[in-house]
């Protein structure tokens, strides 16, 4: 039943997002794993279009925000608003009260505004002068930059990035899929298509069958060494956190979940290796004259790392 959910959900995506299955894939593993979603991307490649069949296909509520540098924090968390009738002050719910929020073009605003989003991402609460608020479940930010655009912006610092479980690129299609782009019209008019396939429900419930994944210590060993590799690496300067460890956990276990199966193995782990780490980490002066990729500096150090055998029954 819920592999048909699933296939059910990644239909909807494809809807307006052609030829990207791994990334709609991807997408989805962030959601089931409770984690918060960077794309970085250049213009005009689908990313509102995938963040509203998102929240369409799971009957969420959705909200867009436009980061720019005069962006205030009560723009997004909320404020409080004098009421004539009360005498009192009310809060006013922002724009992150809902399901599927969209941070369009982040690294736009300026660092205070960040910090008050990411602070909530990480706790998914917020506490004001007299009340304190819990987000309805479930909750996830996709929040988009340019990585072509540097003039203007304010790059998010490195404690800020690792709040994000997954950083992504969606990419330009290939030619054959942008000619069907092109004769079938995809895009916005795709999005009226769209019918919710899963209730809010449903989804919480999958999370809680993700949680439940079974992990072999040999796996977990596994995650544990490559991210200390990372930390001792000539090639970078800055290694992965404790957090990035527990997030290589839970990608690997919606992984596995996505996949059908009830227990993760290390192929799990692999592919979600460069998703979960890259934008935590910060190559060296020498591997960057070198031109290395983080990518490139990734697959070497799982190429390196003893790989387990599991056995599963």
Same mark, same amino acid.
């Given at each position: 039943m819920n592999s048909l959910k699933i296939l059910a959900i990644l239909n909807n995506l494809k809807e307006v997002i052609l030829?990207?299955?791994?990334?709609?894939?991807?997408?989805?593993?962030?959601?089931?794993?409770?984690?918060?979603?960077?794309?970085?991307?250049?213009?005009?490649?689908?990313?509102?279009?995938?963040?509203?069949? @998102? +929240?369409?296909?799971?009957? =969420?509520? /959705?909200?867009?925000?436009?980061?720019? &540098?005069?962006l205030m924090p009560s723009d997004i968390l909320g404020i409080n608003i004098y009421d004539r009738d009360s005498g009192t002050f009310v809060f006013k719910k922002g724009p992150i009260f809902n399901h599927i929020f969209l941070a369009d073009e982040i690294n736009r605003t300026s660092p205070k505004t960040q910090s008050s989003l990411l602070q909530v991402m990480e706790e998914?609460?917020?506490?004001?002068?007299?009340?304190?608020?819990?987000?309805?479940?479930?909750?996830?930010? @996709? +929040?988009?930059?340019?990585? =072509?655009? /540097?003039?203007?912006?304010?790059?998010? &610092?490195?404690?800020?990035?690792?709040?994000?479980?997954?950083?992504?690129?969606?990419?330009?299609?290939?030619?054959?899929?942008?000619?069907?782009?092109?004769?079938?019209?995809?895009g916005y008019d795709k999005l009226d298509?769209?019918?919710?396939?899963?209730?809010?429900?449903?989804?919480?419930?999958?999370?809680?069958?993700?949680?439940?994944?079974?992990?072999?210590?040999?796996?977990?060993?596994?995650?544990?060494?490559?991210?200390?590799?990372?930390?001792?690496?000539?090639? =970078?300067?800055?290694?992965?956190?404790?957090?990035?460890s527990i997030d290589l956990l839970k990608a690997s276990k919606a992984r596995a979940f996505v996949e059908g199966r009830h227990y993760v193995i290390p192929d799990d782990v692999k592919s979600m290796v460069v998703p979960v780490l890259s934008h935590r980490l910060i190559p060296s002066s020498e591997a960057k004259i070198d031109g290395k990729s983080m990518d490139v500096i990734l697959h070497n150090i799982v190429n390196e790392v003893f790989i387990p055998v599991i056995v599963n029954d």
């Open positions: 030829g990207k299955d791994h990334v709609l894939k991807n997408v989805l593993i962030c959601l089931l794993a409770r984690g918060h979603l960077l794309i970085e991307d250049v213009p005009g490649v689908g990313k509102t279009s995938l963040a509203k069949a @998102l +929240a369409k296909s799971l009957d =969420l509520s /959705y909200k867009r925000i436009q980061f720019t &540098p005069d998914g609460e917020l506490s004001t002068e007299d009340n304190h608020y819990i987000l309805e479940k479930p909750f996830m930010v @996709l +929040a988009t930059q340019n990585p =072509l655009e /540097y003039q203007g912006t304010f790059p998010l &610092p490195e404690a800020q990035l690792d709040r994000f479980l997954m950083r992504i690129s969606i990419g330009y299609p290939n030619k054959q899929f942008e000619i069907q782009i092109l004769k079938e019209n995809y298509t769209i019918d919710s396939v899963i209730s809010k429900d449903e989804i919480i419930e999958m999370q809680n069958l993700v949680d439940n994944i079974s992990v072999h210590e040999d796996v977990m060993t596994y995650i544990v060494n490559i991210v200390h590799t990372t930390r001792t690496n000539p090639d =970078l300067r800055l290694g992965a956190s404790p957090r990035a």
